[in-house]
């Protein structure tokens, strides 16, 4: 399985980003998808999820400003951020909300004036 984040950068605050993520080696559609993120110093934490009938879920830090949603037939991930904080600096991962499958390297979000 190869999970490959993408869409990073540098984003001022308040800005916008969309990341995305696509997914190999796996049959996409019958799993439930998490956006993760590891901050500086921090543990990895579970940001976003959605079902494989598309409901969502959201993290409090988050909830309003970031929306999750998938195309199962391109097997690709997406998170549109949104009021972007500084707080929200961190590598973005795609995986399981548990973490089940190999981490892929995750894209980098900075969000700085």
């Known amino acids: 399985v190869q999970l490959q984040a993408s869409g990073g950068g540098l984003v001022q605050p308040g800005g916008s980003l969309r990341l995305s993520c696509a997914a190999s080696g796996v049959i996409f559609s019958i799993n439930t998808w998490g956006w993760l993120r590891q901050a500086p110093g921090k543990q990895r934490e579970l940001v976003a999820d959605?079902?494989?009938?598309?409901?969502?879920n959201y993290a409090d830090s988050v909830d309003g400003r970031f929306t999750i949603s998938r195309d199962n037939a391109k097997n690709t991930l997406y998170l549109q951020m949104k009021s972007l904080k500084p707080e929200d600096t961190a590598v973005y991962y795609c995986n399981t909300p548990s973490g089940y499958w190999s981490w892929g390297q995750g894209t980098l979000v900075t969000v700085s004036s």
């Open positions: 959605i079902t494989q009938v598309d409901n969502t």
